[in-house]
Nanobody, 122 residues
Framework: QVQLVESGGGLVQAGGSLRLSCAAS????????MGWFRQAPGKEREFVAA????????KYAESVKGRFTISRDNAKNTVYLKMNSLKPEDTAVYYC???????????????WGQGTQVTVSS
């Protein structure tokens, strides 16, 4: 059972930056593609970014392409999301999770962590 703990969220002005971290327990972390997802108030949870188990392949939602960068450190069982040029519409709770069948698909699987709140003020 993999447990996920997200951190690094906060309140930032538009145009600012944040780096989110997702620490995973379990020895199988490096076997999985990982992804970041977000859920804004009143909206469905949506895909943000994903990275292959080796880190060699990444994929981004169009809305964040060029502004966000996903990376991972398998030695630390951690995946990161560097967010630059933040916009008010990036405000959401951000979650990480494993992804099956990446890069063909970006559907998450497994239990969710508590997420980390990102709030971007205009």
């Amino acid at each position: 059972q993999v447990q996920l703990v997200e951190s690094g969220g906060g309140l930032v002005q538009a145009g600012g930056s944040l780096r989110l971290s997702c620490a995973a327990s379990g020895r199988t972390f490096s076997s999985y593609a990982m992804g970041w997802f977000r859920q804004a108030p009143g909206k469905e949870r949506e895909f943000v970014a994903a990275i292959s188990w080796s880190g060699s392949t990444t994929k981004y939602a169009e809305s964040v392409k060029g502004r966000f960068t996903i990376s991972r450190d398998n030695a630390k069982n951690t995946v990161y999301l560097k967010m630059n040029s933040l916009k008010p519409e990036d405000t959401a709770v951000y979650y990480c999770n494993r992804i099956l069948l990446f890069p063909a698909a970006t559907q998450p699987f497994g239990s969710w962590g508590q997420g980390t709140q990102v709030t971007v003020s205009s």
